[in-house]
């Protein structure tokens, strides 16, 4: 669990944290999102002792990090890119941090093995790849076995397999009850890890939600139907809280208030033809980028995102 209280940081002039309140969770990964600038790294630094807080609190599991006594074992950060000693080994930097720590040699071969190092353990680290890189960050992260873990863009660098990886990593971590607290610019990729958004902007909170309201905010799911019998299916989905449009004459629809499994067995029970059927995520992306668009600090010309299709 992660508790923060009317967190401030300024740096002279500038405040990079403003107030913020919030609390992570255990038992589901929670997504911290917000542009550049927005003040997720500073906040991240803060909830290890990184960075002192202006004004405010921050507690990881009920206390302050200083006040744990074995804090790898409580909170396992992977923070900008780690400061690795290139002629190192993976195991042999692992091994250092585990024997400063008090942690035995066999959790080191295990987070190895965790984090798909084991072919390259005795590699020198500064040979190592961005993205395996990341993965010996993470295994460093997750060393003491902690009860909260926290990674700062933990998929910059990686390639899909690797963005995969990190996915059912972190709902397998979030599952065994611990607290995950991810940060990312991209909410199409939060929204298929995380369960619940802390987004910021300008050092301020602007949502405090779950991904699900966040989807049903941005107006909710779509699906897109075609169907040569549009004009049946059509009058077969009518009801209160579904809307549909579609050209006339046109085999395709797009239905909001129902899912896609309703749609099809409802065109299964009548024997209606149905070729698509796609659940549409309503410019998620878009969504993000309109509440965040007052918080950006660097603007670049950009084209709208396109809808995401989601399976
Ligand atoms: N040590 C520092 N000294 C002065 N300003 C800083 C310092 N660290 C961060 N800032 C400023 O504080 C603000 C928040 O920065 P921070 O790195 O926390 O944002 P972020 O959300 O992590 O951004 P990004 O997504 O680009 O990593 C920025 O305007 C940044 O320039």
């Not at 002279?12 to 969770?25: I, S």
């Not at 780690?82 to 091994?95: C, Q, V, Y």
């Not at 863009?153 to 899909?160: A, I, R």
């Amino acid at each position: 669990m992660i508790e923060i209280h009317q967190l401030v940081k300024r740096y002279g002039e500038k405040t990079a944290v403003d107030g913020l309140d919030f609390t992570v969770r255990p038992g589901v990964v929670t997504g911290f999102l917000g542009p550049n600038g927005a003040g997720k790294s500073t906040t991240m630094r803060m909830i290890i002792g990184l960075d002192a807080p202006s004004s405010g609190s921050v507690q990881v599991n009920g206390r302050r990090y200083d006040q744990h006594s074995a804090p790898l074992q409580e909170v396992g950060a992977l923070l900008e890119a780690k400061s690795i000693h290139p002629g190192r080994s993976a195991f042999n930097h692992l091994n250092a941090l585990a024997l400063t720590h008090g942690i035995p040699r066999r959790r080191v071969e295990e987070v190895i093995e965790l984090a798909g190092l084991t072919g390259v353990a005795r590699k020198r680290a500064g040979a190592f790849s961005l993205g395996m890189g990341q993965r010996l960050g993470i295994a460093a992260a997750l060393l003491g076995d902690p009860q909260t873990v926290m990674l700062d863009e933990p998929v910059n660098g990686l390639d899909p397999e690797g963005v995969l990886w990190i996915r059912n990593l972190l709902t397998g971590l979030a599952a065994e009850g611990r607290t995950v607290f991810v940060s990312s610019h991209l909410m199409s990729e939060m929204a298929q890890t995380a369960t619940d958004l802390i987004v910021v902007g300008r050092g301020r909170l602007l949502a405090d939600t779950t991904v699900e309201q966040f989807i049903q905010d941005a107006g909710g799911h779509s699906v897109k139907v075609l169907t040569s019998q549009a004009a049946r299916l059509r009058d077969l989905l009518a009801g209160p809280d579904v809307e549909i449009t579609g050209a006339p004459g046109s085999e395709e629809l797009t239905v909001s208030g129902l899912t896609a499994r309703q749609i099809g067995a409802a065109a299964f029970d009548h024997g209606l033809p149905v070729y698509e059927l796609t659940t549409q995520a309503v410019s998620l992306e878009e969504a993000f980028m309109a509440m965040t668009e007052d918080s950006v600090e660097y603007h670049g010309s950009t084209a709208p995102a396109p809808v995401r299709s989601v399976a």
